[in-house]
């Protein structure tokens, strides 16, 4: 499979998430590297284990959501696929080169195609007359995100760690970028890559909050917050980090110790005025 083919399939799935959510760097990106084709034997094996196993999964949800049976996502082999798909030792470790972000990119967008869909379990046999009412699908959020537990604790670190592999790939990417490509990224630009970036973290950080206190969920997206933030910061401009920081003061007032140390690294990170290549654009 060809990386234009092996893309132009992340596009198709991400169209079945009925979800208007953003790709973690933004759908212009990743529309302007699907143009770039590759031989099949380019494609590291790691990306098409991760193609096949998202293939599978998102059969497993669409037979467990015709069946009304949550429980399916919990058998051995649902949580097989989804350890492969978010597999951040194979996936984000290696040593990629900057030719390599298109890949990335599109693996960053098979975690949020997941996401989406178990978030939006069951959504399909509700009214649409109900789906209309905002009260109904927070709702609906509420119930899928307590009910799929295991799986956003693999999910939402996934995405979080994909979004941080990107930063040094994207900021080469924009540094030899031709007028004519970075105007391909639409109105937005760069800007657009910034707020989605901005917004993917946030977003991140009000899932932690929401859990319980001392759940494994909440811990490992403490962890990975920590892990995370420097990168993220880099790829934001000065102005937009304080909004960050803040967040994360409020959140670490209501963390225990040892939590609250990783969030105050985090702290640390949107505090410094280092600046990559997409944070100066």
Same mark, same amino acid.
């Given at each position: ?6 893309? &132009?399939?992340? #596009? !198709?799935? /991400?169209? =079945? ?5 953003? $790709?973690? +760097?933004?759908?212009? *990106? ?108 927070? &709702?609906?959020? #509420? !119930?899928? /995100?307590? =009910? ?5 604790? $693999?999910? +939402?670190?996934?995405? *979080? ?121």
């Amino acid at each position: 499979m060809s990386r234009t083919s092996l893309l &132009s399939c992340a #596009r !198709r799935w /991400a169209g =079945r998430a009925r979800a208007r959510t953003p $790709l973690p +760097l933004g759908a212009a *990106l990743l529309a302007l590297l699907a143009a770039a084709p590759a031989m099949a034997e380019d494609i590291p094996p790691q990306f098409m284990t991760q193609y096949e196993a998202v293939r599978d999964y998102l059969d497993l949800v669409q037979a467990a959501e015709a069946a009304n049976a949550p429980t399916q996502m919990d058998s051995a082999r649902a949580m097989q696929l989804l350890a492969a798909i978010t597999n951040a030792h194979e996936i984000l470790a290696p040593d990629y080169a900057p030719a390599d972000l298109g890949l990335l990119v599109n693996a960053c967008q098979y975690g949020k195609t997941v996401s989406t869909q178990l978030m939006q379990f069951g959504m399909a046999a509700m009214p649409a007359a109900v789906l209309v009412h905002p009260g109904e699908k927070a &709702s609906l959020d #509420r !119930r899928n /995100a307590d =009910r799929f537990q295991p799986q956003l604790g $693999l999910l +939402l670190p996934y995405l *979080l760690r994909c979004g941080a592999r990107i930063q040094p790939l994207l900021d080469h990417w924009l540094s030899v970028a031709t007028p004519e490509q970075r105007a391909e990224l639409g109105p937005g630009g760069t800007d657009t890559l910034r707020r989605n970036a901005q917004r993917q973290y946030l977003e991140i950080l009000e899932a932690m909050r929401a859990q319980p206190a001392g759940s494994a969920l909440k811990r490992s997206l403490v962890r990975a917050l920590a892990e995370t933030a420097a990168p993220y910061a880099r790829m934001l401009q000065p102005a937009q980090r304080p909004a960050v920081s803040d967040a994360l003061s409020d959140a670490r007032e209501q963390m225990d110790a040892a939590d609250a140390a990783l969030l105050q690294q985090a702290i640390v990170a949107f505090s410094d005025d280092g600046c990559g290549t997409l944070c100066a654009s």
